[in-house]
């Protein structure tokens, strides 16, 4: 069994000098169709710049690097489509082992041991996704001086000012805001 590409490697064939990439990794790589945050059109995500290193030592391997990737987003507070940028780091041991071996290490699940791969084979793409993904946060603003929305008529408060505050509103709980409570 040899090489498959550049991103999916047989440790045990790794040189010993390891294995360095300073790549564009394309945004059809990384995708997951389960997860759909993202929507259809991605044509503004031009990939993950990823820069790395596989090396071995002492009967480990180790992957580490850093990524960066600009995503198309939409702002929690005024809805605007807007480009993210977003990073990580990546900081990854594997050992070789047998099936068992990762079996017994899925329920011991010590956190510094390095991960068990019983075939040798590393999918660095699938790496760069999870992390991708856990770096994900599920709501994100445009910028922090978002004034977001009006809650009765939808304007965008970064485009001006309403005056939904201004007009009497029928409210069945306006009764509540004059009673006092005992303390």
Known sequence: MS???????????????????????????????SFTVLGKDTSETGGMSWKGQLTAKEGRFVLQGSWQMSVPRQCGRCNATFTAAMTGDIDVAY????????????LELKGDEPDILSSGELNVVDVLREHFWLAWQPMVVC????????LQCGL???????D???????????ALKDLKFDT
């Not at 440790?11 to 945004?27: I, K, T, Y």
């Not at 939904?164 to 306006?174: E, I, M, S, V």
Request: hydrophobic share 30%; with cysteine; charged share 35%.
């Open 164 to 174: 939904c505050h201004l007009k009497k509103k029928d409210n069945p709980f306006a």
């Open 3 to 33: 090489k498959k590409d550049k991103f999916n490697l047989i440790l045990q064939e790794v040189a010993r000098s390891g294995r360095q990439w300073d790549e564009n990794v394309p945004f059809a790589l990384l995708k997951d169709d």
């Open 95 to 106: 050992q070789l082992g047998s099936p068992e071996d990762v079996e017994q290490a899925e």
């Open 156 to 162: 965008d408060f970064n485009k001006g000012e309403c």
């Open 143 to 150: 910028a922090e001086t978002c004034k977001g929305l009006c």
